[in-house]
């Protein structure tokens, strides 16, 4: 069983430029949700996809933006980068109760992004 | 608004003590409990969770957490550290009947001295 995967590892971008970061679910799961993970503090809820619509949606700005394939496999991508948008990207997938999941969420090694 | 609190951005024990790392939350109704581990580099792994019951749950590589609803609490314990469990760890809540939107406090990071 493959787990989370996402890619890239790490990318470097400069401020104003635009990101693609990726990431397949574990075999399975339907749902995936993505977090932000600053230095030195605790993963903050991006939003989540389902049925290739977003969900839930945590506080952060319009140039956060997601995508759902039919696969299940789930993109972020994230406009006009800031310095601040620097941070580890987390992917997260579960699948949904009603098809015999569970309330877990299973996460990716994530994406370092650094902004300069 | 949820929130989570973990009061220790720091502990340090000796290989073989026992560990107590708090975690205190905030919340309009009883909610899913979660305790995960990071490694440096690594995504979260999932040690336990909570989600109606027996108030103490045990979870992988020897952890266990008590939830005390009196004093919204959900402290993970282990009685016997390993150099191995130095890693961050982070308390998550989510609410009853989903867990698509974890709220995490900030982190223990945990060092253990041999």
């Known amino acids: 069983d493959a787990g989370v995967t996402q890619s890239p590892t790490h990318l470097i971008k400069t401020r104003g430029q635009q990101v693609t970061l990726r990431c397949s679910p574990k075999?399975?799961?339907?749902?995936v949700s993505w977090y932000q993970q600053a230095l030195g503090q605790g993963p903050q809820f991006i939003f989540q996809?389902?049925?290739?619509?977003?969900?839930q949606r945590g506080n952060f700005p319009d140039r956060f933006s997601g995508h759902q394939f039919p696969n299940y496999s789930s993109e972020l991508n994230v406009n006009a980068l800031l310095l601040g948008d620097s941070a580890l990207y987390l992917c997260?997938?579960?699948?949904?109760?009603?098809?015999?999941?569970?309330?877990?969420?299973?996460f990716g090694p994530g994406t370092r992004l650094t902004v300069l | 608004a949820q929130s989570v609190t973990q009061p220790d951005i720091h502990i340090t024990v000796s290989e073989g003590a026992s560990l107590e790392l708090r975690c205190n939350y905030s919340?309009?109704?009883?909610?899913?409990l979660f305790w995960y581990v990071q490694s440096p580099g690594q995504g979260l792994q999932l040690l336990l969770k909570?989600?109606?019951?027996?108030?103490l749950v045990q979870g992988i590589k020897g952890f266990e957490a008590e939830f005390k609803r009196s004093q919204s609490s959900f402290n993970l314990r282990k009685p016997s550290v390993h150099w191995s469990d130095a890693a961050e760890y982070f308390c998550?809540?989510?609410?009853?009947?989903?867990?698509?939107?974890?709220?995490f406090g900030t982190g223990t990071r945990l060092q253990v001295t041999l």
């Open positions: 997260a997938s579960s699948s949904a109760p009603g098809t015999g999941g569970s309330y877990e969420q299973f």
């Open positions: 075999s399975g799961h339907d749902t």
């Open positions: 996809y389902y049925e290739e619509e977003e969900r």
């Open positions: 919340y309009g109704a009883t909610p899913y």
């Open positions: 909570y989600f109606s019951g027996d108030t």
């Open positions: 998550a809540v989510a609410r009853q009947g989903t867990a698509s939107k974890l709220t």
